[in-house]
């Protein structure tokens, strides 16, 4: 896909010496920086899955945990209907 970005003058300057040096174009070198961008923005589906697989659970003013995850208790409750 063909996009128009507008880049400072001194930007594109050195971006001319940094792809003249490496032996790549400007467009190579913009789609690298928005692929390094996107990767650091990202926000992790896989980073937060199961994050809390294993936790200890406590109720408020409970010196002893929980003895099971809320999705067993829930479940546990539902049975009994």
């Keep these: 896909?063909?996009?128009l970005i507008d880049l400072p003058e001194k930007q594109m300057k050195e971006l001319a010496e940094i792809c003249s040096?490496?032996?790549f174009s400007r467009a190579e070198a913009v789609r690298?920086?928005?692929?390094?961008f996107i990767e650091q923005n990202r926000?992790?589906?896989?980073?937060?899955?199961g994050l809390w697989k294993g936790q200890t659970f406590f109720l408020p003013g409970d010196s002893q945990p929980l003895p099971e995850d809320g999705l067993a208790?829930?479940?546990k409750?539902?049975?009994e209907w």
Excluded: L
């Design 77 to 79: 409750m539902r049975s």
């Design 1 to 3: 896909m063909r996009t």
């Design 21 to 23: 040096e490496r032996g």
């Design 32 to 36: 690298q920086a928005v692929a390094i």
């Design 73 to 75: 208790y829930q479940e």
């Design 43 to 49: 926000t992790s589906r896989d980073a937060a899955f």
